[in-house]
C-alpha cells in the first residue's frame, strides 16, 4: 500500500513523497505544495486525494498474486437478512442499516439539496444506521428515527406524526425543513399523482389503519428552493425483504430519483 512520507526541515514549503512498494521507480512522486498559502483543510483533502489516486495506480500494475489481502472487521457488524414478516411498516421497532450494495448512490441528490462536498463524501463513505421506534397516541401513528453514522458524522433526529400536519424542522444536515407525513393507500387521485417510478415494485403489503401498504412523507426546503417526496414501503429483492424509500427531490427543474434500501439488523434493545 502506497505511503504518505512527509520531508522535514523544510520552511517554505512542505514536500510530500508518495512511494510504491516494489516499483520506487515507477510509483514515485514529488510534490511540493508552498504551505503558506494553502489552508490546511485543503491541504488534508490533498493528501487524501493523491494518496488514493497513488494506491490505485499501484495496485493496477500488481498482479493478484502479488496482493497480500488481510480481513478487516468492521466496528458495526452489519448483516444482509431477510426481514421477519412481523416487521412491516406498521411496526419498524429496531434498527436498520442502509444497504449500499442495493442503494443508490444519494451524492448527486445531495449536491442537488445544497450539501457541500466535503460532507457529501463524508456521507457517502460513512455507514448509515436508523435506529426506529413506531407507537400510537390517540390512534396517530408516531415514528421517531435516530440516524447515526460512522465516520464522526453527527447524527440526526426525526419525528414523524402520520396525520398529514405541517409541522417544521431543524436539521444540521438538511438545515430549516417542513413536512408532512401520513399513510397512503395505492389506489386513488393521491396515488395517480406520484410519480412512475415510486408507485412500480412494491410488496402489497396493506398493515395501515385502513389498510394501506405506504407511508408518504413530504420535505420543503425554502432556503435551498428544494422538494422532496418519500414514498416508503418493502420490497423484495433476490428473495429478502428491504425496508425500502423511494424518494423524488425537485429543485426548479432539475429532478432527481433515489431508491434506498434498508437491512434489517434485529428488533429494539
Given at each position: 500500500?502506497p ?7 523544510v520552511t ?16 514515485r ?8 498559502v494553502?489552508?490546511p483543510i ?5 493528501l ?18 502479488q496482493?497480500?489481502?488481510?480481513p ?13 414478516a ?6 419498524l ?5 442502509m ?8 451524492e448527486?441528490?445531495?449536491a442537488?439539496q ?7 463524501k463524508?456521507i ?15 390512534d396517530?401513528?408516531?415514528i ?6 460512522t465516520?464522526?458524522i453527527?447524527g ?10 405541517e ?14 407525513n401520513k399513510w397512503?393507500?395505492?389506489?386513488g ?9 415510486q408507485k412500480?415494485?412494491?410488496l ?57 434500501y434498508?437491512?434489517?439488523q434485529?428488533?429494539?434493545?
Amino acid at each position: 500500500m502506497p505511503r504518505i512520507v512527509p520531508s522535514v526541515g523544510v520552511t517554505k514549503s512542505t514536500s510530500v513523497t508518495f512511494f510504491g512498494p516494489g516499483d520506487p521507480l515507477e510509483s514515485r512522486a514529488r510534490i511540493c505544495i508552498y504551505a503558506r498559502v494553502v489552508p490546511p483543510i485543503l491541504w488534508e483533502v490533498f493528501l487524501l486525494a493523491e494518496t488514493l489516486k497513488s494506491s490505485i495506480l499501484y495496485y493496477q500494475k500488481t498482479t493478484p498474486h502479488q496482493l497480500k489481502v488481510s480481513p478487516i472487521k468492521n466496528h458495526i457488524n452489519t448483516v444482509k437478512m431477510a426481514t421477519p414478516a412481523e416487521f412491516t411498516l406498521a411496526n419498524l421497532n429496531g434498527v436498520w442499516v442502509m444497504s449500499k450494495a442495493l442503494s443508490d448512490d444519494p451524492e448527486p441528490v445531495l449536491a442537488l439539496q445544497g450539501i457541500g462536498w466535503l460532507k457529501r463524501k463524508a456521507i457517502g463513505l460513512a455507514t448509515i444506521t436508523l435506529t426506529i421506534k413506531e407507537t400510537k397516541v390517540n390512534d396517530v401513528t408516531h415514528i421517531d428515527i435516530s440516524s447515526t453514522a460512522t465516520g464522526g458524522i453527527q447524527g440526526t433526529a426525526e419525528h414523524r406524526e402520520l396525520d398529514w400536519t405541517e409541522r417544521g424542522h431543524e436539521d444540521h444536515v438538511f438545515g430549516s425543513l417542513v413536512g408532512r407525513n401520513k399513510w397512503l393507500d395505492n389506489k386513488g387521485a393521491e396515488w395517480d399523482a406520484l410519480d412512475d417510478f415510486q408507485k412500480d415494485g412494491w410488496l402489497d403489503e396493506k398493515v395501515g389503519p385502513n389498510g394501506e401498504p405506504h407511508i408518504l412523507s413530504t420535505a420543503t426546503s425554502a432556503a435551498n428552493g428544494w422538494t422532496a417526496i418519500q414514498l416508503w414501503g418493502f420490497t423484495e429483492v433476490n428473495g429478502l425483504r428491504y425496508y425500502t424509500r423511494k424518494v423524488v427531490i425537485t429543485k426548479g427543474s432539475e429532478v432527481l430519483k433515489v431508491k434506498l434500501y434498508y437491512d434489517f439488523q434485529g428488533p429494539l434493545a
